[in-house]
């Protein structure tokens, strides 16, 4: 399959990109440095390129059979849309070319889920430090949901840098009100691989943890 994976360059975005190769995908990462991507591969392709340029992002999704968003930053203590904004630009993209198949990673604690990271993120680390990026994760799910295509939204947990253990919970309860649940990024990236593959979840959020 032909995947663009936007984010490519974030610890998560880069563990999609080795993974899918490593199942014989043919991989696009867009990046905004393609020389500080280190990953080589006969069949991976680094295009240099901005979400929120909507041009860098129309040449990235032309070819393309499907699309895997891991979008981040770190701009976190300030009003933003970068997530928000950068996804409309490619699920745009995505309707010009014709190209139906999006998976978007986003959090548990987004939407519906906001009581489900455990106290010490509810109470302290998404009202104080995250607010405004949960802010636009959650304008992100909305654009999502309104584009009319092939999508799936995917909630980790906390994120570690773990060995993949292979297994997970997922459905749309996942999550604690009282403890943080975590998950690999390792064993997200497989999830997220594994969706496009055999589709479980097309037009549907679901939540992972370890």
């Known amino acids: 399959m032909r995947i663009l994976i936007v984010g490519a360059s974030g610890a998560l975005g880069r563990e999609l990109v080795a ?8 991989v696009t990462a867009l990046v ?28 990235a999704v032309a070819g393309q059979e499907a699309v895997v968003s891991a979008l981040g930053h770190k701009r976190w203590m300030i009003p933003t849309d970068i997530l928000s904004t950068g996804t409309a630009n490619v699920l745009a993209a ?7 198949r999006f998976v978007c990673v986003t959090s548990l604690g987004v939407g519906d889920s906001w009581w489900r990271m455990g106290l010490y993120y509810t109470l302290f680390v998404l009202p104080v430090i995250l607010q405004f990026y949960f802010w636009d994760k ?60 055999d589709p479980h979840h097309v037009r549907a959020t679901v939540a992972i943890a370890g």
Not at 19 to 26: I, S, T
């Open 138 to 197: 959650h304008r992100q799910e909305k654009i999502v949901r309104a584009s009319g295509l092939d999508w799936t939204i995917v909630r980790p947990g906390a994120l570690t840098h773990g060995r993949a253990r292979g297994r997970w919970r997922s459905g749309p309860q996942v999550g604690n009100a009282l403890w943080t649940v975590r998950i690999a990024r390792a064993d997200v990236a497989r999830f997220l691989l594994d969706e496009l593959a």
């Open 19 to 26: 993974q899918a190769l490593a199942r014989g995908h043919r």
């Open 32 to 59: 905004r440095v393609p020389d500080r991507f280190e990953l080589r591969h006969p069949n991976l392709t680094v295009v240099a390129g901005d979400v929120l340029d909507p041009a860098t992002v129309e040449a």
């Open 94 to 100: 995505m309707a010009r070319h014709g190209v139906r």
